[in-house]
Nanobody, 129 residues
Framework: EVQLQASGGGLVQVGGSLRLSCTAS????????LGWFRQAPGKEREGVSC????????YYADSAKGRFTISSDNAKKTVYLQMNSLKPEDTAVYYC??????????????????????WGKGTLVTVSS
């Protein structure tokens, strides 16, 4: 059974930090691209960051560059998203997702949430001002 278990969301003040974790099971982690997506109320789901499970190549959306860091621990089959300098506009439900690595640019993967194969349940991040 495929599972993506996300955790780490919560309430934080502007400028604060959170670290999201997503533990995967049921598929070969190294052969997949893992991504973090988010969906704010009334908005479409958008890609935040992706990481190649085989070589740890990363991609960041412009909104995440310089503030967020994605990383993975392949032994634990876990991907992390360290979020610093959080802003109110970062408030959203954050989802972990995975898709087979077919060699597509990570930026392309990030802009096509519909292309992800597996999704975890979201974790809510609320940034208060």
């Amino acid at each position: 059974e495929v599972q993506l278990q996300a955790s780490g969301g919560g309430l934080v003040q502007v400028g604060g930090s959170l670290r999201l974790s997503c533990t995967a099971s049921g598929f070969p982690f190294d052969d997949y691209v893992l991504g973090w997506f988010r969906q704010a109320p009334g908005k479409e789901r958008e890609g935040v960051s992706c990481i190649d499970g085989s070589d740890a190549t990363t991609y960041y959306a412009d909104s995440a560059k310089g503030r967020f860091t994605i990383s993975s621990d392949n032994a634990k089959k876990t991907v992390y998203l360290q979020m610093n300098s959080l802003k109110p506009e970062d408030t959203a439900v954050y989802y972990c997702a995975a898709v087979e690595n077919r060699g597509f640019p990570l930026g392309l993967v990030a802009i096509m949430p519909s292309g992800m194969k597996y999704w975890g349940k979201g974790t809510l991040v609320t940034v208060s001002s």
